[in-house]
């Protein structure tokens, strides 16, 4: 569905730059080589990335609060991230004296570096995708869960009854979340034909009445999916609402109490990683990757579509995060098994209908469209009903 | 249905985020130091010492080194050594001055305490929003120059209150010298009375006509309502031109002897 009119120049910059280094580099190396730029590519503009999202999103909830948010530090505060950075590394690390060493020591480490193995398999645009891999879906959720291993390893290697007691309850979420967050893939998975990244974008190509997008989320599965998806994101990088591993202001940060310094930052970049990944997850499942919204938007780059998509996902994450309150853990594991998961798993009996009426045309496409509407719809509010009877609309009696 | 919640309260945030940036009403905070606070009349932090004249503050300030100040301060911050010589005040009168006179506003609770009990109107609260040191031990303890500041300043900072106290020593200050005029005038008419005049002179300061003001409004035991002639309110706006006469005497605190009728009559 990939469009036959010529690539301008920007677009096949990525290509232009392969040739260019296949032309320098002997050949036996050429392989180390490109992955070695490809990874300093994506430490230098997901590190950049990372810092200024700190500071958009205290300048989102700042203005949400009918604030300025942080103004001092260059025009617009441009230079707050990195008065922040340079204050968290000259800042004393602590290491508790019964801690195990090794493995405080470890568990930032490995936290990063697994939410940045993430990026690998994400296609940032059409010629730009830093490892084609057949089974890139897979690879990125399995990485992504390992990050949960970290989580603990910060938990236990404090030797801290209340971060390893944290570090329980974020496991809890964690491994309650991964399971919508995984059903909400598979349709993708299913309808696309591969677990291949590159291959699900270049399923959702081409336009209906040339100005429709093919995105998976414009069908009603795909919308489902997509907000199912999203919700389980959130509570996967802890964000608010479902930020309780961390929880500042009840938990003293949970599993990263014992942590200070550069490696309390190396938890908050590995939060920022893990978010920005899994934004880019959904973008690339249910928002077609990088693909232009209308065809006469192809003129601009497709890594820039990417980008585009991206940044409005994480801005809705910010704006999120300034309106909801956090959740007892209670109502988070709740909300997971009695909502979520049943929704999910509904969703992949929608999809297989889905599937199965391809054929259909005319008036029955129509009936397929308001059949697929029916099995999302009335799931969700008969499921979501009962989740909230007897808990909404809460009156307090005591209160004005 | 379930979600409607979440998407209310989504409205209500983007509202607030892009209302900040065309309502100034929404726009809560302001650009501290280029933009500084306009602090409220009423607003007090540390006391200071007021002065007639600007233009010689240690020569005119009203502090007669009485000590009520410190003594009655609660977390005792206020240290003062009285001069041993005497030099006229407002009224012409020979009073002794603070030769030291400290405050650490470190300890200072902004209570208005040492105001309310100062029976002279020489101690005052302050204004000073930003407050800062760079040493804490000299840094914040005030001394006697930088804490004595004109009645003008008084003026400009608690203006309502300034104009009450002026008004009523201008009304004492008459009173006084109507008095005094009426003394002179019965010792012209019976020189031979002059004689105890002087006598009780030397005794004790209130004796001089000039001097009513002080023993008028010698506290100590200050009663209530004396009090409430300090602290600011609008009522006192309007009452203080009137006269003091609302303020009770306390004849307790006065040298055996010394002027009563003329104290209480005012």
């Known amino acids: ?400 | 249905m379930l979600g409607s919640g979440i998407i209310q309260g989504l409205a209500v945030t983007a509202k607030n985020f892009v209302g900040s940036f065309h309502d100034p009403a929404r726009y809560t905070t302001q650009e501290y130091p280029e933009v500084l606070p306009t602090l409220p009349e009423n607003y007090r932090n540390f006391p200071f010492l007021v002065t007639e004249n600007a233009t010689d503050p240690m020569g005119t300030m009203r502090c007669v080194a009485c000590q009520i100040c410190e003594k009655e301060c609660p977390p005792q911050c206020i240290y003062i050594e009285k001069s041993k010589d005497k030099k006229p005040d407002a009224n012409g009168k020979m009073q002794l001055y603070p030769a030291v006179f400290d405050i650490d506003t470190s300890v200072c609770m902004s209570c208005q305490i040492c105001v309310e009990v100062c029976p002279f109107d020489a101690i005052k609260m302050d204004q000073v929003f930003a407050i800062a040191a760079t040493d804490r031990f000299t840094g914040l303890l005030l001394d006697r120059a930088q804490l004595a500041k004109p009645n003008s300043y008084y003026h400009t900072i608690h203006p309502t209150e300034a104009t009450e106290v002026d008004a009523r020593l201008a009304e004492e200050k008459r009173i006084a010298e109507e008095k005094a005029k009426a003394a002179a005038a019965a010792k012209a008419a019976a020189p031979a009375k002059a004689l105890p005049g002087d006598l009780s002179r030397d005794a004790g300061r209130a004796t001089d006509p000039g001097l009513a003001k002080a023993s008028n409004r010698v506290p100590g035991q200050t009663p209530a309502g004396q009090q409430a002639g300090t602290v600011p309110s609008p009522s006192n706006a309007a009452g203080a031109p009137a006269g003091p006469a609302p303020k009770p005497t306390s004849p307790t605190m006065k040298p055996p002897g010394a002027g009563g009728p003329a104290a209480s009559g005012s």
């Open chain 1, 1 to 400: 569905m990939i469009s036959a009119a010529p690539e301008s120049f920007l677009e096949r910059l990525p290509l232009l730059a392969g040739d260019l280094i296949a032309r320098v580099v002997p050949a036996p190396l050429l392989w180390f080589v490109t992955s070695l730029i490809a990874i300093v590519a994506i430490l230098a503009i997901f590190g950049l990335l990372f810092a200024f999202l700190t500071l958009a999103e205290r300048k989102i909830l700042g203005r949400i609060q009918n604030r300025p948010g942080p103004n001092r530090t260059g025009y617009f505060g441009l230079l707050q991230p990195f008065a922040d950075g340079i204050k968290m590394l000259i800042k004393e690390d602590i290491v508790p004296r019964d801690a195990d060493q090794v493995l405080h020591y470890l568990a930032p480490v490995v936290l990063v570096s697994l939410a940045l193995m993430t990026f690998a398999v994400l296609p940032f645009g059409r010629h730009l995708v830093p490892v084609e891999l057949d089974t890139a879906v897979l690879y990125f959720f399995a990485a992504g869960a390992a990050t949960e291993l970290a989580v603990f390893m910060a938990g236990w290697a404090s030797h801290n009854k209340y971060s390893l007691l944290a570090a329980m309850r974020a496991l809890a979420q964690l491994i309650s979340y991964e399971l919508p967050l995984l059903l909400s893939v598979v349709p993708v998975v299913m309808l696309a034909g591969t677990l291949s990244t590159t291959g699900i974008v270049a399923a959702q190509g081409g336009w209906k009445f040339g100005f429709i997008p093919h995105w998976y989320v414009f069908t009603p599965w795909g919308f489902a999916g997509f907000l199912i998806f999203f919700t389980a994101a959130l509570a996967e990088s802890n964000r608010s609402p479902f930020d309780l591993p961390e929880a500042e202001s009840e938990l003293i940060a949970g599993h990263l109490t014992e942590y200070s310094g550069f490696k309390y930052a190396l938890f908050f970049m590995a939060e920022y990683f893990g978010m920005t990944a899994l934004c880019g997850m959904g973008v690339t499942l249910f928002l077609g990757g990088w693909q232009a919204p209308c065809a006469f938007l192809e003129v601009i780059p497709s890594y820039l579509w990417f980008f585009a998509k991206l940044l409005t996902l994480l801005v809705l994450f910010m704006w999120i995060r300034g309106t909801l309150p956090r959740l007892r853990i209670d109502q988070l594991t709740r909300f997971a098994w009695k909502f979520l998961v049943p929704l999910a798993l509904i969703n992949l009996g929608t999809v297989a209908f889905w599937h199965l009426t391809v054929g259909w045309g005319g008036a029955l496409q129509l009936a397929r469209w308001a059949l697929a509407l029916v099995f999302v719809i009335v799931p969700f509010v008969l499921i979501g009903r009962r989740l909230s009877a007897g808990v909404a609309p809460r009156t307090y009696r005591y209160a004005p």
